[in-house]
């Protein structure tokens, strides 16, 4: 078993930044991909970032270039950086842990909210 504790979300302003954190403890194996899926509402969860155990990345077309994923495997956690906000990255955003077996674990989810 994978638990997930997420922090960081919240409101702010379009063209803001914010850092969400997400630290997994439990049976942690490497390698491994840990990463950010969001859900709007209305609207079904997609992929934000993803970063393997090795650090390679993976980025969602909408974020390249304002996102950052990084994580720091000491600590077994993952921070997503998101600077220019916008109103259409409002979202609950999920921390996801994949195993080397392919099994998924989420986190419960933290509200980030860009007002224009």
């Known amino acids: 078993q994978v638990q997930l504790d997420e922090s960081g979300g919240g409101l702010v302003q379009a063209g803001g930044s914010l850092r969400l954190s997400c630290a997994a403890s439990g049976s942690i194996l490497s390698p491994n991909t840990m990463g950010w899926y969001r859900q709007a509402p209305g609207k079904q969860r997609e992929l934000v970032a993803t970063i393997t155990s090795g650090l390679r990345t993976n980025y969602a077309d909408s974020v390249k270039g304002r996102f950052t994923v990084s994580r720091d495997n000491a600590k077994n956690t993952v921070y997503l950086q998101m600077n220019s906000l916008k109103p259409e990255d409002t979202a609950v955003y999920y921390c996801?842990?994949?195993?080397?077996?392919?099994?998924?674990?989420w986190g419960k989810g933290t509200l980030v909210t860009v007002s224009s």
């Open positions: 996801n842990f994949r195993s080397s077996y392919g099994f998924d674990y």
